[in-house]
């Protein structure tokens, strides 16, 4: 049974779907089963891992309102281990189709419940909003990871998430959890970045990720040539971050291929 994160802030720019795309090709290069559900009509996750939004002609949109074929939909990108239902902009109009359907805060649930035999891990970019998408994606989801950029303002809006996931939590979702807190655009040479940080661990203390997302261009660049961080440069700082959280997830999930029993020597018939 694969785990469901959802990855949200209703804050633009903070890196949700850069994350969505490296964390998922992080997982898929340590042989993890990867699926990512691009549930933002900007379709950067689409385009991302090099499909133009505009020739996409089955969507998750059609998935939620057209009841689409689900086994169509996906499509395979250049990494090993690693799908993507892809997004349009199409899906700008969703909000507005499913207000009036009944159980429509369930609607993601169901595309995703169809493929968790499939994935160790399906992840959903959500939208830089709290509405019924983004709902839709804390409804299906196991758990969520909110991105939050070492920058001034960065706990801006981030009270309102909480109170939207406590809300999820009490009424849909009671299994869902915060996976954790991710700082993101992190600047080793910035005195700001470091008081962001000081003060998210601060409030928020052990549901922040000890990885951090350093600022580089590498990462920057590679959603421009339609590749993951991991395809475009393996050796860049940012491969290296988004790796590091990757196996920090598996560790917190005891999902790790060597468990920590094994990990330790046994001295006690030693000479």
Known sequence: MGKVIAIANQKGGVGKTTTAINLSASFAVLEYKTLIIDADPQANSTSGVGYNPKEIKTSIYECLIDKADLNKVVLNTQTPNLDIIPAHIDLVGAEIEMINLKDRELMMRNVV???KEEYDFILIDCSPSLGLLTVNALSAA????????C???A???LGKLLNTIKIVQSRINQNLNIEGILLTMFDKRLRLSKQVVDEVKTHFQQIVFNTMINRNTRLSEAP???ETIIMHDAEST????YLNLAREILQKNDMTSIKNSEKQIDLTNEA
């Open 155 to 157: 706990l801006e809006g």
């Open 142 to 149: 196991d758990s969520v990871i909110i991105p939050v950029q």
């Open 238 to 241: 940012g491969a290296i971050n």
């Open 224 to 226: 421009s040539f339609g």
């Open 151 to 153: 920058e001034y303002f």
């Open 113 to 115: 419940n169809h493929f």
